[in-house]
Every structure is written in C-alpha cells, then in structure tokens.
C-alpha cells in the first residue's frame, strides 16, 4: 500500500510540474523564456558584432558613434563603438545562466532544509530554522555586494552570495508542508511495515512537496537575474562579462540618458522587466493548481 501511494505521489508530483496550458500567464511566462533561451543558445548566430569589439568610424580615427538603423546597427552603438544589439544578445546568455544556476541552488538548498527541519524535528529543526532566522536578519542586496567586493568579480560569487541567503524562504515554506506530511496516514503506514527514515523522505514526502519547489525556482530566476543585473549596474560585477546590468552601468557612466541615448539604455531594461516577469507569470499560472481554494 505505500508503493502505490508513493507511485500516485510521484504521478502527482510530475502532473503539477507540467505548466496548465490553459492559463495566459503561464502560456506568457513560458514563451518569453523561450525566446531568450533560443537567444542565448543562437547568440553566435544571430549577433552580427562581437560585443566587446570596438568599431570604428569610416576614417579609423574614432570609435563610431552610429544611430540606430545606421550601417546595420539595429540598435546603434555605444560612445566606445560597440554594438548594442549584440550586448543585448550575448547578455542573454549571462541572465540565463545566472538566473538558473542560482534558482536551482536556492530552491535545492531550501529543499532540502525544509525537509530534514520538518520531518526531524527536534533539535535538527532548531539548529536549521535558527540558521533560517540568520539569513532572514542578513540584509541581502549589501550582503551580495560585499561578498562579490571582497572576492575576486564573478557572476559565480554573485550566484554563491545568492544561495547563501536566499534559500530562507523556501526552507520556510517547504518545512510547513513537511509538518503536515509526515503524520499522514500513508506515512504511518510506510513505518509500520519498517521503512528507514530517507525512504520514507524520498518515496513518500519529497514527491509532494517537489511542485512547491519548483514553484520557488521559477521565481528565484526572476529576482536572481534582477540582483545580477544591480550588482553588475553598481559595478561589483564582472568587468569580462557582458551582462544586462553591465549595459545599464555602462550607459549610466557615460550619461546615456543626459544624451538622450534611448537606443542605449531602454532595450537592456526592457529584457531584464521580461525575463524577471515571466517567473512570476509563471507562479501565477500555478496558483490554481497548487491552491486550488483560491480560484474559489
């Protein structure tokens, strides 16, 4: 009887995964990553320029200072001659990969807190949600800063700063539902006939809490994508690294906007507001599927 509980579990677990295709917000979320992910994989194709590259004006005496449209530059370029457009291209690949690294981190993290907390209680449950209580007194934007100041700039310290706090919520949340879970009948039942203790966590408890995980994840993408981008814009980031956020610095350091530069500041903005709200179209597209009381 606890194998087929833990078979209807994981069929549950999996079903709740998959995003309800009839809801627009997830439809919206879903097609927004998938443009900037094809971006990111195709960004050698389809950018025309190297990012970094400095171009020059006919005469090789400046750096071209080209307009929108002008000699195929979609976008126009910077004051240093680089092309925006492939910026934004390449900058794709370097919020994907921070967004996901560090949202599979934090929701992993908080998972597996939440589950050894609320299944063992005692004082594994007081050491964990006393660290728990810690990462929430830890204020996290100045926290990710110094951490990215004092080692050397990397968008994988910036990820590792991000785990390291961030993982507090779903600790938080995953820890609640396991205290409902583990006095179940099913999971009486899976003690009774002797089943160990990490069993019982993978078989029977880890398969309903998974979809509350991902859950989390997909929001931690958007907010781990938006600190990158803060970091890089206050200029913690990595200098080698072209990013979202190291566009907007760069244009506020040249004073884009006193220029009236549009072409070079808006369009970084606008994909960091995409990809930041396409996690949270997509927890909303979960809404009534994990509480399905709402919709009532």
């Known amino acids: 009887m606890p194998d087929v509980v833990a078979r209807s579990a994981l069929a549950r677990a999996f079903a709740a995964i998959r995003l309800p295709a009839g809801d627009p917000f997830a439809i919206a979320g879903l097609a927004i990553y998938a443009v900037f992910i094809l971006t990111a994989v195709f960004a050698d194709v389809i950018a025309p320029y190297d990012p970094t590259e400095i171009l020059y004006s006919a005469d090789y005496n ?15 370029t910077t004051s240093l001659g ?72 990397s968008i994988w310290n910036t990820v590792v700063a991000m785990a ?41 408890i880890a398969p309903n809490i998974l979809p509350l995980s991902f859950l989390y994840g997909s929001i931690a993408i958007g907010w781990a ?24 610095q760069d244009a506020f350091a040249s ?18 507001i995409l990809v930041v709200s396409a996690g949270f179209f997509i927890s909303r597209g979960y809404e009534n599927l994990l509480f399905p009381k709402l919709g009532r």
Do not use: C
């Open 62 to 76: 400046l750096a071209a200072d080209f307009a929108p449209g002008q000699e195929g530059h979609i976008l126009g």
């Open 82 to 153: 680089r092309d925006i457009f492939s910026q934004i291209v390449y900058g794709s690949r370097s919020a994907l990969l921070v967004g996901v690294t560090a949202a599979f981190m934090m929701a992993f993290i908080g998972t597996i807190v939440g589950l050894l907390s609320g299944y063992f209680g005692g004082w594994v449950d007081t050491v964990l949600m006393r660290l728990a209580d810690v990462a929430f007194g830890i204020p996290f934007l100045p926290f990710v800063i110094v951490i990215s100041a004092f080692l050397e700039p």
């Open 164 to 204: 390291l706090v961030l993982w507090r919520d779903t600790g938080r949340v995953i820890r609640s539902q396991v205290l409902s879970l583990r006095s179940r009948g099913y999971v009486e039942a899976a003690r009774v006939v002797g089943s160990s203790d990490l069993k019982i966590i993978l078989r029977h």
């Open 225 to 248: 994508i938006l600190t990158e981008a803060s970091i890089s814009f206050l200029g913690f980031g990595d200098p080698n690294q072209i990013s979202w956020g190291f566009m907007l």
């Open 255 to 272: 004073q884009a906007l006193a220029r009236q530069a549009y072409h070079w500041f808006i369009p970084p903005g606008l994909a960091i």
